[in-house]
């Protein structure tokens, strides 16, 4: 597991990393604390968790061509199948190019019951710091 400053983002929804690789990064948060005013997962928590985990997953691409390189989200398409109620979402990363210059990671969202919650198509650049 991984953990993050607890000034950023990661740290106050509770994500928690459990697999990291370039090609593969299943991550988890709590439905509880990141839920909308309607009770149940909020659409924005999701799109940070796939965010994440597609980004953690480029950043690791980066790194195999040295410590100056970074990953930078350039762009996020996300859909919300179904509301997350309670427990643990996981958010499934899968590399879909692994580039010199960008990555691309779909990413599934599941409940406690490995319903699809969101889907969501993520691009990173891989630029010097």
């Known amino acids: 597991m991984h953990n993050f400053d607890k ?3 990661m740290a ?4 928690e990393v459990i697999e990291l690789s370039a090609d593969h990064c299943v991550m988890r948060m709590p439905v509880d604390g990141n839920r909308q005013t309607a ?11 796939a965010e994440t985990a597609g980004s953690l997953a480029s950043r ?3 790194r ?5 390189f970074v990953a930078v989200g350039v762009e996020l398409s996300i859909q919300h199948i179904r509301p997350a109620h309670d427990g643990y979402v996981t958010a499934t990363a899968t590399a879909m190019h692994l580039g010199s210059t960008r990555c691309v990671h779909r990413v599934d ?7 699809l919650v969101s889907t969501a198509l993520i691009s990173n650049q891989i630029i010097k710091k």
């Open 7 to 9: 000034q950023t983002l």
């Open 12 to 15: 106050r929804t509770e994500m």
């Open 39 to 49: 009770g149940v997962l909020h659409g924005g928590a999701s799109a940070a968790l």
């Open 60 to 62: 690791e691409q980066a």
């Open 64 to 68: 195999t061509f040295g410590k100056e």
């Open 109 to 115: 969202i599941t409940d406690e019951d490995g319903r």
